[in-house]
């Protein structure tokens, strides 16, 4: 089969032609915007067996193949794969699609293989690297969004809050303010992860960060609270953090995020997602990086993107990042749903007591992680 076939089958001919915006986003509508084929092959390149019925899930309009080596992949093709992992051998005729972690993810952790309910294929880029574009950066540089979208937008924020879902919604103990004027949290991140590597600028490490809240903020009481991921193990502290508590006033690994987020004055962020769970909760948040969120007027900017070209409300930018930009898979009927119902069905999840396979998921995962350390030297 030739090239010139091989990429009438990819792409649609009539774009004009579409069919109605479907409640529920999905690959199908995702594809059509491209002016894909949803029906065609997608070639998905290094998932681990794990996370395959996943990404037959999230891609459940497709055909879903599965390859180690993107050089296999037929030239015109759609590729998948997962972060910033780079597609060595992928021909310049394929188009190559990027898959991340929504931001209504799950109860419990990725490293330890906790069932995601949201994730996001981006096209452009992915949302936490600020060294190039990505199509939440698109929706909120050319997106205008209709009374009736920011209406839904503001009953979603009004509804994570009253419910106090989050990204991992993780268990924690419970968290009393301090008696002081102004209390700051901050987030602390895994400096290896790719959010620091293409989101950071000048701040590179969570001491460097504490340090330069300190140095803002000399009258402030300073909460750090560590990655969830660090605290569980599945990944490494960062460099020199055991130096963290002789900057802050209480280090907080086991305090419910929830509970930090409703109480304290302001959250002061590299490029954690918790900045943007702080905005949802209408607290002041500054960001020394450049996490997708910031550079649209609704935070304190440490640092510029000169991408980023328009000022945008909360309800827009709830609207771009967790109606327009995710997809979501149910976890009861498999299908494509709506934030709403993942909202739902989080809540349910994370109030049920945890079962055994979650437990030994979560056991496992962690197992296969420090295996990994010990064969790479690295976390």
């Not at 809540?347 to 990994?372: I, M, S, V």
Request: proline share 6%; with cysteine; aromatic share 8%.
């Amino acid at each position: 089969m030739t090239g010139k076939r091989h990429r009438s089958s990819v792409f649609q001919k009539n774009r004009e032609d579409l069919p109605a915006a479907t409640p529920a986003n999905s690959w199908e509508r995702k594809a059509r915007s491209l002016g894909l084929n949803p029906h065609s092959t997608v070639y998905a390149i290094g998932f681990n067996p794990v996370w395959r019925k996943y990404v037959r899930q999230f891609f459940q309009d497709a055909r879903v193949q599965f390859v180690a080596d993107a050089s296999r992949i037929p030239k015109g093709h759609i590729a998948v794969i997962w972060g910033r992992k780079h597609a060595a051998g992928l021909h310049h005729s394929c188009i190559l699609l990027r898959i991340e972690d929504g931001f209504l993810r799950s109860v419990g952790l990725g490293m330890q293989f906790a069932r995601p309910l949201s994730w996001v294929i981006d096209s452009r880029g992915l949302y936490f690297d600020a060294t190039g574009p990505s199509d939440i950066e698109y929706l909120l540089n050319h997106r205008d969004f209709s009374p009736q979208q920011l209406s839904r937008a503001q009953s979603l924020q009004e509804k994570i809050c009253a419910s106090r879902i989050s990204k991992y919604n993780t268990p924690g103990q419970r968290w009393q303010k301090p008696e002081h004027p102004r209390v700051i949290l901050i987030a602390g991140q895994v400096e290896t992860d790719a959010s620091i590597t293409y989101g950071a600028t000048d701040i590179r490490t969570n001491l460097e960060l504490v340090q330069a809240v300190k140095a803002n903020n000399p009258d402030a009481w300073l909460v750090y609270k560590p990655h969830p991921d660090v605290v569980a193990g599945t990944r490494a502290p960062g460099k020199h953090e055991q130096e963290i508590q002789r900057y802050c006033h209480t280090v907080a690994p086991a305090a419910s995020l929830a509970d930090m987020l409703e109480q304290c004055d302001e959250v002061h962020v590299n490029t954690s997602l918790t900045g943007f769970e702080a905005l949802l909760r209408n607290k002041p948040v500054t960001c020394y990086g450049l996490p997708f969120y910031a550079g649209w007027g609704l935070t304190e900017d440490k640092a510029s993107n000169g991408r980023r070209q328009r000022s945008r409300s909360l309800n827009e930018l709830i609207a771009a990042t967790l109606i327009e930009y995710p997809l979501y898979v149910s976890r009861n009927t498999g299908q494509y749903a709506t934030p709403e119902t993942i909202l739902d069905e989080l809540k349910e999840w994370r109030d049920q007591p945890p079962t055994t396979g979650q437990r030994f998921r979560a056991h496992f995962g962690k197992a296969t992680r420090n295996l990994a350390t010990l064969v790479t030297g690295k976390k």
